[in-house]
């Protein structure tokens, strides 16, 4: 009997623990985004002033009030590119993303609100908080593409599936290898078939994101998913058993 042929027979238990496997990571993958998107460009035509002093800001980017010098609340929390001042692209400059990630979180810094009121305290630790989920959300693809959705309008809904059977087999299949790699040279040419998928993935996402498409976008997006949770099973197993690439 061949090996496509046994899989057909136990399609309905591999398709079982996979759809756990999925749903586990879905519901990693969705918790940094338990946000409220409204309206896109929120801010796009609405004057925000200085809480303390009133003056107009000019620059709402800026941490600290250009005039009296106080610190800021997060223009927009719910959207981490702006978070950032980056464009809402899929593809961004790491370098700059981290350059500007570190660059906040120095100027917010505990030690520099020693001296200031509880105000002044509690908004540089609000806003420490959400550049620090900005940050681990846009450095992922995934996590990424999901908050560029998000701020497209779209969701994902929790255990939404591919209606795709010949793209199930090929996971299916895949999560075979994976159980069945008794070797590490296995895993880890597992692990390198895998990660060239996911490459593979990111390259379609971010074509989808460019030329508007975000329907087609969300479904490729769920397929990185899928791919995402593979890439995790196999992270796990080299790290039981020790295997250094």
Not at 95 to 102: G, P
Not at 122 to 149: C, G, W
Request: proline share 3%; aromatic share 8%.
């Amino acid at each position: 009997m061949s090996f496509r042929n046994i899989l057909l027979i136990r399609m309905p238990q591999v398709l079982t623990n996979l759809q756990k496997r999925y749903h586990h990571f879905n519901t990693l993958a969705n918790q940094p985004h338990n946000l409220t998107f409204t309206v896109v460009k929120r801010f796009a035509h609405k004057t925000l002033k200085c809480w303390q002093c009133g003056i107009e800001r000019k620059n709402i980017g800026e941490l600290f009030c250009e005039q009296c010098s106080y610190i800021q609340t997060p223009p927009d929390k719910d959207n981490y590119f702006k978070v950032f001042e980056l464009d809402e692209h899929f593809d961004i400059d790491q370098k700059q993303l981290t350059r500007k990630y570190r660059q906040m979180q120095s100027q917010l810094h505990p030690d520099k609100f020693t001296n200031k009121s509880e105000k002044e305290k509690d908004i540089s630790e609000e806003f420490s908080s959400l550049v620090n989920k900005a940050y681990n959300t846009l450095q992922m693809p995934l996590k990424r593409a999901i908050h560029l959705l998000h701020v497209k309008g779209e969701t994902i809904e929790e255990g939404q599936r591919i209606d795709d059977p010949e793209f199930l087999m090929g996971i299916m299949e895949l999560n075979e290898e994976v159980e069945n790699a008794d070797t590490d040279e296995k895993l880890k040419n597992l692990k390198h078939k895998n990660d060239n998928e996911l490459l593979k993935i990111a390259k379609e996402i971010k074509t989808c994101f460019d030329e508007n498409q975000i329907t087609k976008a969300k479904e490729t997006i769920i397929k990185m998913k899928y791919y995402n949770s593979v890439s995790l099973h196999i992270n796990n197993l080299m790290r039981e058993k020790g295997i250094v690439e």
